[in-house]
């Protein structure tokens, strides 16, 4: 099995971030209002860069002028299965297996929509559907402080689209 994880990420506007681990990366998608529970709503996901399979574990605050600046704080995580599918196809149907989204999803590209690499992530109706779902973030001032004492992620290397490569680079300007 591979892993997910949602980022809560408060950022100049707060998002999540769905990331599915494929291909070695992590294949990620910027999710305004949050994944759901609820088989009613089709939640729109906007596919943004790979990101390096350890940034799945991280949490933390990306400083002021870095891009994506703000508080991360991991939401769920866990392993999922692919059922069929990829984004290639523009379609992905899974299995999650985490603490707080379980069951069958899917995110499907959009056709000829007004945003560019728009998806809909989508909860299947099955024994796991919540109608009614509402998120709750996790981000708590007691985890906000906790997270501030984070190094910022730093992209190991060798990793090809990693989100410390812009880090890295003014490190060693330094």
Not at 8 to 15: D, G, N, T, V, Y
Not at 38 to 55: C, F, G, N, T
Not at 68 to 78: M, N, R
Not at 98 to 127: C, H, Q, V, Y
């Amino acid at each position: 099995m591979a892993i997910f994880v949602v980022h809560e990420h408060h950022a100049s506007r707060l998002h999540y971030d769905f990331r599915l681990e494929m291909e070695g990366v992590l294949k990620s998608w910027a999710v305004p209002k949050g994944p759901s529970m609820d088989p009613a709503d089709k939640r729109l996901a906007v596919m943004v860069e790979d990101h390096p399979l350890s940034y799945g574990r991280w949490e933390g605050v990306i400083p002021e002028g870095q891009y994506g600046a703000g508080e991360v704080i991991i939401w769920d995580t866990g392993e999922f299965d692919i059922e069929k599918g990829g984004p290639e196809e523009g379609i992905i149907e899974f299995t999650l297996h985490g603490r707080k989204l379980k069951g069958s999803f899917a995110l499907a590209r959009m056709k000829g929509g007004r945003t560019p690499n728009g998806w809909l992530l989508i909860k299947r109706n099955d024994g796991y559907a919540h109608p009614g779902f509402k998120i709750t973030p996790a981000l708590t001032p007691r985890k906000l402080k906790e997270i501030a004492q984070k190094p910022p992620f730093m992209a190991a290397d060798g990793d090809k689209k990693g989100k410390g490569k812009e880090k890295e680079k003014q490190k060693t300007k330094t």
